[in-house]
């Protein structure tokens, strides 16, 4: 079971990175267009903290809030 648990975790972070790497890629607007500017940098910022969000669990499994949460974000994110 802890293997599993272990390779989930894992994989995440596999995940987690490549989604951060292709966040500026993605930023597209509904035309097709790529964005610029303001909207880029918020859909960037966006992006990047939902591909962290996955990262933010304690070793049991649970979800972190509060500083432990802040801390692992930012550092998720500066990071990708």
């Known amino acids: 079971m802890k293997r599993i648990l272990l390779a989930a975790v ?4 596999a995940f987690g990175s ?3 790497a292709s966040c500026d ?3 597209v607007s509904k035309e097709g267009k790529p964005l610029a500017g303001a909207a ?3 859909f960037v ?6 591909a962290c969000a ?3 669990v ?3 499994g649970k979800p972190l809030s509060g500083a432990a949460r802040d801390a692992v974000m930012k ?3 500066a990071d990708a």
Do not use: P
């Open 75 to 77: 550092k998720c994110q």
């Open 45 to 50: 910022k966006k992006c990047k903290a939902d």
């Open 18 to 20: 490549a989604m951060a």
């Open 58 to 60: 304690s070793k049991d």
């Open 10 to 13: 894992i994989s995440s972070f």
């Open 25 to 27: 890629s993605q930023a």
């Open 54 to 56: 996955g990262k933010a």
């Open 40 to 42: 880029k940098t918020s």
